[in-house]
């Protein structure tokens, strides 16, 4: 079990590093049940695009965590390219570890051509 000091510290290192940058922030949240991942505007402070396992069409399939954080990421992907979005992005993956759902997450992203 992680310290909440340490997933606070964690979490404001990786954020530090990364509103220096002055890209799209793609954070995401990850639950016991479901995964959520946001693209976020940090100058205008807006949430520009957004999608999650507990959408309505997401919480009819039936697999496994891994799966369904990968078909998030493809679905996040999708709305970035039909929005046409050509700013660069930054993966903010906040307190957690880069592995699992986190990666499968990644991957789904990075499998629709948009690169961070």
Do not use: C, W
């Not at 310290?3 to 990850?30: Q, V």
């Not at 990421?73 to 592995?99: A, N, T, W």
């Not at 986190?102 to 990075?110: C, N």
């Amino acid at each position: 079990m992680m310290n909440k000091s340490k997933k606070i510290r964690r979490t404001n290192r990786i954020r530090y590093k990364l509103k220096r940058k002055n890209n799209l922030r793609l954070s995401l949240f990850r639950s016991n049940n479901h995964i959520y991942v946001q693209l976020i505007d940090d100058e205008k402070k807006i949430t520009v695009i957004s999608a999650s396992s507990a959408e309505k069409k997401m919480r009819d399939i039936k697999s496994s965590p891994k799966e369904i954080a990968f078909k998030v990421g493809e679905i996040i992907g999708d709305r970035i390219s039909e929005k046409k979005i050509k700013q660069k992005i930054s993966f903010d993956r906040g307190p957690y570890l880069y592995h699992g759902r986190v990666e499968e997450l990644a991957k789904g992203v990075r499998s629709k051509g948009i690169k961070f």
